[in-house]
């Protein structure tokens, strides 16, 4: 909290001597090398745009030593005090050290879509008690896939809804392409020639705890799942963890292939509490949800719509998690009921999303020039 609170905002202050460099536009994460999917569209955008100068800050804090994330959040901080525009996607504290001055806009592309489990400041565990100040703090826009989705990330955030836009999730526009999709699908039968011809079943759970010490639940009734699918001959099981999880589990089945490319080629979405359950919608396939703690994460986390509501069956008792109840997710899967989701927490992704933030971005950065 030193480094966070007293370091890093005296950098911002003597840096900010200098005036803001027009067109100079970071990109910065902390929980990744390079640039992550979420931003991956709208840094392509802005790189390609001559009135724009890009930087980009990517440093996964949680493989490196401190003194490297120290180094880096400096190194960060120097910059954002003279930069027009500041793109991340995950908490990234050194963003919200300081008080930062009025020409600079802060967004925040966040990574998932729809809002179910609670997060930030809505659940234990989240920011750390000895934390001082607001995580969020400093953010000028943040985007959603719905207009459903901005009083849960106001009340997570601490911020005024003013600052939520249902502008779409720009990582989604890739699911709307073609050509993604084709590249997809060679990409994972090339990389598994025995999928060839069967169904592909697709688990993609989230993780329990919290970042600094996550683990799984359930997976050792989804590895005799895998086995039994596998034995049938109609169904090949692939497993994507979620990053944070780093210890190999069902590593049999485990993908190197990005969650965005399976979700083109699975047939079936097997998840829990992830918001993974929002993008695959788009693709309208079935989704089934394997709970085995629903209670005890209700009661410790909570969620922000009832889990009756998500267009998938749900299983939570694991001697229910057989290939009988696989089957019947497919068979007896309604569309319909998946559309009407969309429509309601998912509309602003329409393939779309990325021309309509840049376009509002680059309005507000006129207007904010205009008024300082």
């Not at 724009?52 to 490297?68: A, G, L, M, P």
């Not at 688990?203 to 639940?217: C, D, M, V």
């Not at 998500?310 to 057989?322: F, G």
């Not at 927490?345 to 329409?350: E, I, N, S, T």
Request: hydrophobic share 40%; charged share 25%.
């Amino acid at each position: 909290m030193a480094v966070q609170n007293i370091i890093l905002p005296l950098v911002y202050f003597f840096s900010k001597a200098r005036k803001i460099q027009k067109g100079l536009v970071i990109f910065a994460d902390a929980h990744n090398d390079e640039c992550p999917a979420s931003m991956k569209c709208i840094s392509d955008r802005f790189k390609s745009d001559n009135d724009f100068s890009v930087i980009e800050f990517y440093y996964d804090f949680n493989k490196c030593r401190s003194i490297r994330s120290f180094i880096y959040s400096i190194q960060f901080m120097r910059i954002y005090a003279k930069a027009e525009l500041v793109f991340i996607c995950n908490n990234f504290l050194p963003v919200s050290a300081c008080t930062k001055r009025k020409g600079t806009l802060v967004i925040q592309l966040w990574h998932a879509c729809g809002a179910f489990k609670k997060f930030g400041y809505d659940t234990a565990g989240d920011i750390p008690k000895y934390y001082k100040g607001n995580v969020y703090k400093n953010y000028d826009l943040v985007t959603v896939s719905s207009d459903e989705c901005v009083k849960h990330f106001a009340s997570a955030m601490r911020l005024d809804e003013s600052v939520f836009k249902e502008l779409g999730v720009s990582r989604t526009d890739i699911y709307f392409d073609e050509n993604f999709i084709g590249k997809s699908k060679e990409r994972f039968y090339n990389k598994n020639p025995n999928a060839k011809g069967k169904k592909v079943a697709l688990w993609a759970p989230t993780f329990r705890g919290n970042p600094s010490e996550p683990y799984l639940e359930g997976n050792n009734a989804v590895e005799k799942l895998a086995d039994e699918l596998s034995k049938s001959g109609e169904w090949y099981f692939v497993t994507k963890l979620h990053p944070h999880i780093k210890k190999p589990v069902a590593a049999s089945t485990e993908s190197d292939i990005p969650t965005e490319m399976l979700f083109a080629v699975a047939d079936l979405l097997i998840t829990d509490y992830s918001s993974v359950i929002y993008e695959y919608a788009l693709f309208k396939k079935p989704i089934l949800i394997f709970a085995p703690d629903l209670e005890k994460y209700k009661a410790q986390r909570g969620f922000y719509i009832e889990i009756n509501n998500l267009p998938a069956d749900i299983i939570t008792d694991a001697e229910c998690l057989t290939k009988e109840n696989i089957d019947k997710a497919v068979s007896q899967f309604d569309e319909s009921k998946v559309q009407s989701f969309i429509e309601r927490y998912m509309y602003a992704c329409d393939g779309n999303s990325t021309d309509r933030i840049v376009e509002y971005v680059k309005e507000t950065k006129m207007k904010v020039k205009e008024d300082i």
